[in-house]
């Protein structure tokens, strides 16, 4: 994995410090086309991407880097701009309706708000933005032309891919267009750095988009260290949810669709039972979260597999949460349980494991760098129901094992924070503006599209 810049740890002192000389941008235009980072995580298309968006431009601000993020607007009395912390300012732009428009109708919209961008930067003096940093294909495409007109380095995360969650689909989940393979691969091309969570996804965006190794820098996600911690423990915690103290609460917390598999989860409480119904008793299934995607088509579908199963008594629905009120749900877990198909990273493993809580988690994606496997939790190869319900019926058996994994997963989340994600992605954008000083000053250095 050394052919891959940005990777946290691996520069030598020497090369550290040369880069620093080099001028860090002082205001980036960061762009978010699809979801707005004030919107609630775990509604519609907002998840981790979100939570990325809102810490990442904090951390970047508190360092000395002012962020504009240019989302959507999805009302009409929304304020064309809104400061989110100090040095962070959330635009919303006008592009289609606001309401009842679906990700996959975007698209269309993306002149519109390109349009929008463009309307915003045309109020500043010439070299107001340093740099553009997108998220999502939808927003690198604005981002390519806004980055060309302007004449500034163009920054893309990918966040997740068609063509890996096309070879990772769920049953029944509906495939990513070609549209979407044809927009990664341009926004690839012409993106002047490209930031992957992890060593896996950095090969990825070679072996599926031909990217050049050069460009890609491996920058993990972090976690919010002062929200996600253990605070005042398992049973305090329990006890301001209403939960009972000696329960198995094996925890689902996310979007409800096929991807993030929240079903593998039920059906292997319905094993675990059918083999141990003495644990009815003492079984709680929390399911934290709302439809989102494909999810949206059976809204109520998860609820049906409940009682189908015979466990709608020991599985709980519960809408989308704050940040701070989903941080005490990981706190009364067991474990927290992330048996998602495709996971660029997946940040929840992460906070849950800062506030305390083992994970089990399919070894897909990033899920492999958050997890510990054996040590702060387990991970499952594959989506057999019956792979987790027998780790399930391992920490019904061994009711230690929650709190000495737990201890495990608190220390390893701590090598995770913010500060240092934002001090990597700095270090990334200097690194592109070097790039595109040295590509203008050489005659034969110019890149057309």
């Known amino acids: 994995m050394s052919q891959y810049i940005g990777r946290l740890g691996r520069r030598s002192p020497g090369a550290a410090s040369r880069l620093r000389i080099h001028r860090r941008p002082r205001r980036v235009a960061m762009l978010s086309v699809h979801t707005s980072p ?19 431009a904090q951390r970047l601000a508190a360092q000395g880097i ?24 959330v635009r919303h732009v006008d592009a289609g309706p606001y309401e009842g428009l679906a990700k996959e109708d975007l698209p269309a919209q993306l ?4 349009h929008g961008v463009m309307q915003a930067w045309a109020g500043h003096r010439p070299g107001y933005y340093d740099l553009v940093h997108s998220h999502y294909w939808l927003s690198g495409h604005v981002g390519w ?11 893309h995360a990918m966040h997740t891919m068609a063509k890996v969650k096309n070879a990772n689909l769920a049953e029944g989940d509906t495939p990513e267009p070609p549209a979407r393979v044809i927009g990664e691969t341009q926004i690839v091309d012409a993106a002047d750095r490209l930031i992957a969570n992890t060593g896996e996804e950095a090969d990825e965006l070679v072996r599926h988009y031909d990217a050049d190794p050069a460009k890609v820098a491996v920058v993990h996600p972090g976690v919010n260290l002062a929200r996600f911690r253990p605070a005042d423990g398992r049973a305090a915690a329990r006890a301001r949810l209403g939960l009972p103290q000696d329960a198995l609460i094996p925890l689902f917390a996310g979007r409800i669709q096929p991807l993030k598999a929240p079903d593998v989860l039920l059906r292997a409480v319905g094993i675990l039972l059918g083999e141990r119904p003495e644990l009815r008793s003492r079984l709680v299934v929390p399911v934290v979260g709302g439809p989102s995607g494909s999810g949206l088509a059976k809204p109520e579908g998860l609820q049906k597999l409940a009682a189908r199963l015979g466990i709608t008594d020991v599985v709980r629905f519960h809408p989308p949460v704050a940040q701070d009120r989903l941080a005490d749900w990981f706190r009364a877990a067991s474990v927290l349980v992330v048996p998602s198909y495709s996971e660029s990273f997946g940040l929840v493993a992460i906070e849950a494991q800062a506030t305390g809580t083992p994970v089990l988690a399919a070894a897909v994606g990033g899920l492999p760098v958050a997890v510990r496997d054996g040590e702060t939790g387990f991970l499952v190869q594959g989506h057999d129901p019956a792979a987790y319900a027998r780790v399930l019926r391992t920490f019904a058996d061994e009711p230690h094992l929650v709190e000495r994994m737990g201890a495990a997963a608190a220390r390893h989340a701590r090598s995770f924070g913010w500060d240092a994600s934002a001090a990597a992605t700095a270090e990334v954008y200097t690194a592109a503006l070097q790039s595109r000083r040295r590509r203008v000053r050489s005659p034969h250095g110019q890149r057309h599209g």
């Open 38 to 56: 004030l919107h609630q995580p775990g509604t519609g298309d907002a998840g981790g991407m979100n939570v990325y968006i809102v810490e990442l």
């Open 66 to 89: 002012e962020v504009e993020i240019f989302t959507r607007a999805t009302a009409g009395d929304l304020p064309p701009a809104v400061e989110l912390a100090p040095g962070v300012l």
């Open 111 to 114: 002149c519109a708000f390109t």
């Open 145 to 155: 032309l806004a980055a060309q007109r302007w004449g500034v380095p163009l920054v």
